[in-house]
């Protein structure tokens, strides 16, 4: 039971490692490290959004989703803006850059797919079976 080869944890974490490593060569025409194309997916999918939400969304800390979002707007892709109504609130919002670049990671997904010879449907079928070790880790507490 103790084999290395036999625990999940080992199987999880190196695929992550490498899932990663496949998407790096597909994410660099478009100017973006995996966690930044987290956070872009996040906000192609609703915009605008607090830094909270977004880092909720993508089981993150906000000390993490921070220095991404700032990095983003660094590249002029989002925007940061305190709410007038409330100054403790940061909303990230998507500039014309950022909403261009939709378009080019459409392709995104079909490149993952083609490198690791997976059909749409066995992606789906990894990822549900991936469902009960994903999100915040709260849930488990």
Known sequence: ???LENQLCFAIVTAARN?????RPILEPLGLTHPQYLVMLALWESSPRSLGEIAEELA???ATASPLVKRLEAQGL???SRRSD???RLDIDLTDAGRALRDQALSV???VMERVGMTPSEVASLRGALKPFSGRLDKFA
């Open 1 to 3: 039971m103790l084999a």
């Open 78 to 80: 989002v925007r940061r």
């Open 109 to 111: 997904p079909m490149q």
């Open 19 to 23: 899932v990663v490593s496949i998407y």
């Open 60 to 62: 993150f800390d906000p």
């Open 86 to 88: 409330d100054e403790r």
